[in-house]
């Protein structure tokens, strides 16, 4: 079992430039969801996914995107990098009994 | 008020002593209680749940709930310098299936 697996690991965009963070699960989960890490400032849940075909926006979701693919993968997308969204991003997915989240390993993502 | 607050420390105890981590939170109707370990450079990693009013064991690990006060804490029995690590709270509103987390209490274990 793989759990929460993220590519790439490392990224480093010009302003402006876009990309796609990649993240799979494979423990059947529902729930999927992407959180921004900075310091000082703890987990900030990006946009959420409470099942197959449905995306909503979390608390700082200004200039991204994201797309759930199938059951097993959840991207988010940057359309054009700003020096702001320099931070770690993490995708976790949440087993729907017990809440319990599983994060995968990060994508830090520099934007210079 | 913080819906997740935790002091963020450092919290520095010995090698071998009782660490005690602390969290609040503003939501009476929040359901489910959880503590994450995460080392510096690493994800969060799930370490307890707490669902009842009470306490919890796991290993050296006790979670602790009391729903009346709003409050929930982590017991680290026989601390080791390998437990040094930022501890995250995390709870979940009773609407609602995310999870709102505290931005954590940073513990150093001295050996």
């Known amino acids: 079992n793989a759990g929460v697996t993220q590519t790439p690991k490392f990224q480093v965009l010009k302003t402006g430039q876009s990309m796609t963070l990649q993240c799979a699960q494979d423990m059947n989960h529902n729930s999927m969801y992407w959180y921004r890490q900075d310091p000082g400032m703890g987990l900030r849940l990006i946009y959420y996914s409470a099942s197959e075909g449905t995306t909503d926006k979390g608390e700082v979701p200004n200039g991204y995107n994201v797309s759930r693919l199938n059951k097993r993968e959840f991207s988010l997308r940057l359309e054009s990098a700003a020096p702001s969204q320099t931070s770690v991003y993490f995708c976790?997915?949440?087993?729907?009994?017990?809440?319990?989240?599983?994060f995968g390993p990060g994508t830090r993502l520099t934007v210079t | 008020q913080k819906e997740v607050e935790q002091n963020s420390g450092p919290l520095s105890v010995p090698e071998g002593a009782i660490a005690s981590l602390n969290c609040t939170y503003s939501?009476?109707?929040?359901?489910?209680f959880f503590w994450y370990r995460q080392y510096s450079g690493k994800s969060p990693e799930l370490i307890m749940s707490?669902?009842?009013?009470g306490d919890k064991e796991d290993g050296r690990f006790t979670a602790q709930l009391n729903k009346a006060s709003q409050y929930v804490s982590l017991l680290i029995r026989d601390s080791q310098p390998s437990d040094s690590a930022t501890y995250l709270c995390a709870v979940r509103r009773g609407s609602q299936g995310n999870l709102i987390f505290g931005k954590g209490t940073k513990l150093s274990v001295k050996p």
């Open positions: 707490i669902y009842s009013n």
């Open positions: 976790a997915s949440q087993d729907s009994q017990a809440y319990e989240q599983y």
């Open positions: 939501d009476r109707g929040s359901q489910s």
